[in-house]
């Protein structure tokens, strides 16, 4: 089975800086997807960015990039110029493509609460 | 883009009453899931849906729980006879290659 780890419950930065969000996971997979999804105070489940495992170039979108360590299993989510908008909490997931029981099924970590000063 | 959409956004139910959660998948996708978040922690698994039978289940998903997809574009979860515990926000998703999740139910048992 795999796990995820998010070891950062809360964080904050003030706006315009940037926050890098740590996620770790561990799975003896070697095709599968990441994810970092937003969640709002509304709920919904927001997707932030997605990253191929067979994919070294680290995906970007916009102000979002990640920081993809396969060998070390490390996830991370940079966030550039803070927006207050951004606050949020934010959950790294992992998804097992490949054939078993495990796949399509994704795993999520506990989440870590951003918030964005002012 | 194209979303998956979950009906209703919000309901309340009196605890023992059973409630179906609706979810229109996008289209074109094959595989059909339904996950749960209980207020202030992480989303857990319920169950997988592919080729018109569940390919996986969690421990959470019971006798209480059942999936189907009744006309070929639903996708819907009933829960018997709902629980306090049973409060959560559902989510639906479908996928081709990633997922897309959908805006999520949140029921609130009474």
């Known amino acids: 089975a795999q796990t995820v780890t998010q070891s950062q419950p809360e964080m904050s930065v003030q706006e315009a800086e940037t926050v890098t969000l740590s996620c770790t996971y561990d799975?003896?997979?070697?095709?599968?997807?990441l994810f970092w999804y937003k969640q709002p105070p509304s709920r919904q489940m927001i997707l932030v960015i997605r990253?191929?495992?067979?994919?070294?170039q680290n995906a970007t979108e916009n102000r979002f990039s990640v920081n993809f360590q396969k060998a070390a299993k490390s996830f991370s989510l940079k966030i550039s110029d803070s927006q207050l908008g951004d606050t949020a909490m934010y959950f790294c997931?992992?998804?097992?493509?490949?054939?078993?029981?495990?796949?399509?099924?994704?795993?999520f970590g506990d989440g870590t609460t951003l918030t964005v000063k002012p | 883009e194209p979303e998956v959409t979950q009906t209703p956004s919000h309901q309340v139910t009196q605890m023992g009453q059973e409630v179906i959660l609706r979810c229109v998948p996008i289209?074109?996708?094959?595989?059909f899931y339904w996950y749960r978040q209980i207020l202030g922690q992480k989303v857990e698994f319920l169950v997988s849906?592919?080729?018109?039978?569940?390919?996986?289940k969690s421990e959470i998903f019971d006798d209480q729980f059942s999936v189907e997809r009744p006309d070929g574009s639903n996708f819907t979860l009933k829960i018997r006879s709902t629980k306090l515990e049973d409060s959560a926000m559902y989510f639906c998703?479908?996928?081709?290659?990633?997922?897309?999740f959908g805006s999520g139910t949140r029921l609130t048992v009474v």
């Open positions: 997931a992992f998804m097992n493509l490949g054939i078993g029981v495990d796949a399509g099924k994704s795993t």
């Open positions: 849906f592919y080729n018109n039978e569940i390919s996986e």
């Open positions: 990253q191929e495992a067979y994919k070294q």
């Open positions: 289209s074109n996708h094959l595989y």
């Open positions: 998703a479908s996928r081709v290659g990633g997922y897309t």
């Open positions: 799975t003896s997979e070697n095709n599968y997807y």
